[in-house]
């Protein structure tokens, strides 16, 4: 690999200069809430405020300006499920190139209409992000199109790497910022940028526990595949990083630390409730390194980047009820109760008077399980905690029918521990 292959400084300060008024110049959020937690001052960098809902459209954009005009000419073409999708669509419309994307034939309908919307053609091939990249390059060679890479490219890093000025133009004083890693374009760009410039701060990378391919690259010295199962992380769920941004990571990023669906999912959720910013769970992985304990930020400056915004809303309906749970804001309280007039509002009635609202009853008469003339049913109540949760089953056992808690622990910390 030639070393002039790898971004600098320079063409990351070309890339701001270029990408100002075309993409969004994001916020940088302090969150009282969550520095008052952590015992630090938290900043979020929204970019899932950005064009298209991810940073991918900053990349996507500074790339696409490098082609030539005869490239140009014969349009382009990039393979991807999600994020970088959209950000090549949307650069694609704004400069008027001819635009391809491959997605695998499982990609959610949403994400889908997402890019065409934006004005590419989507090609469904393969079942998997491999063969759908297998499809793309056999395009490029029988059209003649340019391939977009997602991440190992010396444009594409750049143009993420603006996010890293951006944030020491707002917060000199930044002393720890913490990136979602995939491939690697993020943080390989956003760590050159902010070392270059301050080479005090420090740089942290997160990955999920189930694909941490980057960290386990930089652990061995050589890239290397690190996939032990699925994660609900699509965003960052990279099985190979590139050798521009490994080697980019390898130089100016301090630690690469992993965190779980579960917590990336309860971090998402914290956002969403305390914030009011939505965003996908490899946005919310930055997050989760701070509830797992995985960086030390105590009274420090720490900006946590927000990758993107384009979430999975099925997936997000379920992430909130677990996070409720999680919270002890809903309970389920299953019967088995008689199959018989009455009984079950005199349960509805104890739970109302005990303050509890019914978000969702069920009954269950031919359970396997249920004796013959009773039937199972399962109540989840909203509660305001612990607290309130332990009333309520006292005042439910005055209904003098036995049940069962689902999905309750009470040794489980409350929010904000």
């Given amino acids: 690999m030639g070393k002039t292959l790898l971004p600098t400084l320079e063409d990351i300060e070309k890339a701001a200069q270029f990408l100002r ?33 991810s940073f991918k459209a900053r990349g996507a954009l500074f790339k696409m300006d490098s082609l030539s005009p005869e490239e140009r000419k014969k349009g382009v073409i990039a393979v991807s499920a999600g994020n970088h999708a959209q950000g090549v669509a949307y650069a694609g419309t704004l400069m008027n190139i001819s635009t391809k994307i491959v997605m695998p034939q499982n990609t959610t309908p949403a994400k889908i209409n997402a ?10 091939k393969g079942k998997d992000y491999s063969e759908a990249r297998d499809h793309a390059l056999n395009l490029v060679k029988e059209e003649n199109r340019v391939f977009i890479e997602g991440f190992n490219d010396r444009w594409i890093i750049s143009g993420q790497g603006t996010i890293g000025l951006e944030i020491l133009s707002d917060l000199p004083e930044t ?33 999920s526990d189930m694909i941490d391919s980057m960290k386990e690259s930089i ?6 595949a690190s ?33 779980s669906d579960e917590s990336m ?14 965003v996908e769970p490899s946005g919310a992985s930055t997050l989760a390194a701070l509830v797992e304990n995985k960086v030390d930020v105590k009274g420090k400056n720490v900006v946590l980047v927000l990758s ?11 992430i909130i009820y677990k996070s409720m749970e999680r919270e002890s804001q809903l309970v389920r309280i299953e019967f088995n109760i008689p199959d018989r007039p009455g009984t079950l509002y005199r349960i509805a009635q104890a739970i109302s008077e005990a303050g509890g609202n019914i978000y969702h009853a069920e009954v269950d008469n031919l359970h396997e399980e249920t004796p013959v003339g009773f039937q199972t049913v399962v109540f989840t109540v909203n509660v305001r905690g612990r607290e309130h949760a332990e ?11 036995s049940f069962s808690v689902k999905g309750y622990d009470p040794e489980r910390p409350e929010r904000g521990n």
């Fill in 175 to 207: 002393d720890v910022v913490i990136v979602p890693v995939g491939g690697g374009g993020l943080i390989s760009g956003i760590a050159l940028a902010m070392k270059e410039r301050k080479r005090a701060l420090k740089v942290i990378g997160v990955q």
């Fill in 21 to 53: 008024g075309k993409i969004n110049r994001t916020p940088l959020d302090y969150s009282a809430t969550l520095s008052e937690q952590f015992g630090c001052n938290i900043y979020l960098k929204l970019e899932n405020l950005q064009k298209t809902g």
């Fill in 308 to 318: 993107g915004g384009n979430a999975n809303l099925l997936l997000l309906s379920k």
């Fill in 115 to 124: 890019v065409i919307r934006y004005g590419a053609e989507v090609i469904l």
């Fill in 265 to 278: 999912a309860y971090a998402l959720f914290r956002l969403l409730e305390r914030n009011k910013v939505l």
């Fill in 219 to 224: 652990a061995r010295g050589k890239i290397t």
């Fill in 227 to 259: 996939v032990r199962g699925e994660t609900i992380a699509d965003g960052i769920a990279i099985r190979l990083p590139g050798d521009l941004t490994f080697e980019l990571t390898r130089k100016y990023v301090d630690d690469v630390v992993t965190v």
């Fill in 391 to 401: 009333r309520l089953f006292r005042k439910v056992s005055e209904t003098g029918f």
